[in-house]
């Protein structure tokens, strides 16, 4: 099994502005190689991608260090790189690193940008062609009014595979569906985007959620991409806001039950491994999705 999408931090080392508040207190603190190898070892977790999460090339260094180190276990990094600049230098310095050969993808949290119209700048498609060039996938951190951008810049870029990160964050704890599920829809009429099914429980209540409220989100994410183009991913460790690692990939596995064991071989492995250019793992160990 391939775990698509979590994270790594250390908030007495870097300053997370998305951290701050309150309500996130309960994972402000380090999550280290160490956490990741206990979590996924008992989830029967073979193989991860680690996203970056802050603007910092320093940070997508240290993971590719980190991935270096980890003995297989993270397969590959999605890390950042300024879309603005010299994306090529910056991609041969990370590749020069330690590790550098497991950067897999680039990722910038557009979620925050102000102009929903950020990804559809020139000079941010100028960067995010030479992403393709590097032969790299990128990871679309979108909200739904995000998505027409998002679209257009899917549209110009054939030659570059996008992935979906959380599914653009559908409104579960409301219920609603549209317009979400319309933009949805439209970005897996491309066939250069893939989505991840990932970032689900925190979208919803935190502290009682339950798991037939995800299905009508679930359903549509996998009609919509197919499992082909759909990936599993924890989200680990902001899903320790709604649910351990353990409940994230027992969710994931109900909403997948519809499937066919090739078909989820493709959601927890495949779709990951041909997106990302991962190496081979073993087969899907279906019984842990029971």
């Known amino acids: 099994m391939i775990d698509a999408h979590h994270h790594l931090w250390d908030p007495s080392r870097r300053?997370?502005?998305?951290?701050?508040?309150?309500?996130?207190a309960p994972v402000r603190r380090p999550y280290g190689l160490?956490?990741?190898?206990?979590?996924?070892?008992?989830?029967?977790?073979?193989?991860?991608?680690?996203?970056?999460?802050?603007?910092d090339l320093d940070e997508t260094a240290e993971f590719l260090g980190t991935a270096g180190r980890?003995?297989?276990?993270?397969?590959?990094?999605?890390?950042?790189?300024?879309?603005?600049?010299?994306?090529?230098?910056?991609?041969?310095?990370?590749?020069?690193?330690?590790?550098?050969?497991?950067?897999?993808?680039?990722?910038?949290?557009?979620?925050?940008?102000?102009?929903?119209?950020?990804?559809?700048?020139?000079?941010?498609r100028a960067g995010l062609r030479a992403?393709?060039?590097?032969?790299?996938?990128?990871?679309?951190?979108?909200?739904?009014?995000q998505i027409p951008a998002a679209l257009s810049a899917a549209r110009e870029l054939?030659?570059?595979?996008?992935?979906?990160?959380h599914a653009a964050k559908p409104p579960i704890a409301s219920g609603e569906l549209e317009?979400?599920?319309?933009?949805?829809a439209e970005l897996a009429t491309l066939p250069n985007v893939a989505c991840k099914l990932?970032?689900?429980?925190?979208?919803?209540?935190?502290?009682?959620w339950e798991t037939p409220q995800f299905a009508p989100y679930a359903e549509r994410i996998l009609d919509s991409f197919g499992p082909d183009r759909v990936m599993f991913g924890s989200d680990w460790p902001v899903c320790e806001l709604a649910a351990s690692y353990a409940q994230v990939v027992e969710l994931a596995g109900e909403l997948t039950s519809g499937l066919s064991e090739a078909e989820r071989a493709r959601v927890f492995g495949g779709t990951a491994q041909e997106w990302y250019g991962l190496p081979d793992t073993d087969d899907l160990d279906a019984s842990l999705l029971r």
């Not at 990741?36 to 802050?54: D, F, I, K, M, P």
């Open 198 to 208: 990932s970032g689900l429980v925190t979208e919803a209540s935190w502290t009682d």
């Open 131 to 145: 992403a393709a060039a590097a032969g790299l996938a990128y990871d679309l951190l979108v909200l739904v009014p």
């Open 34 to 55: 160490e956490d990741l190898r206990r979590e996924t070892s008992a989830a029967g977790v073979s193989g991860t991608v680690l996203v970056q999460t802050v603007s």
């Open 158 to 165: 054939p030659d570059l595979r996008f992935v979906l990160d």
């Open 15 to 24: 300053s997370y502005p998305w951290m701050a508040g309150d309500a996130l």
């Open 70 to 124: 980890s003995d297989g276990l993270i397969a590959g990094v999605v890390g950042w790189a300024d879309l603005t600049a010299d994306v090529t230098g910056q991609v041969e310095r990370l590749r020069a690193a330690a590790g550098g050969e497991l950067l897999v993808g680039l990722r910038h949290q557009v979620q925050d940008e102000p102009d929903p119209e950020w990804i559809a700048r020139a000079d941010v």
């Open 179 to 184: 317009p979400w599920a319309g933009g949805l």
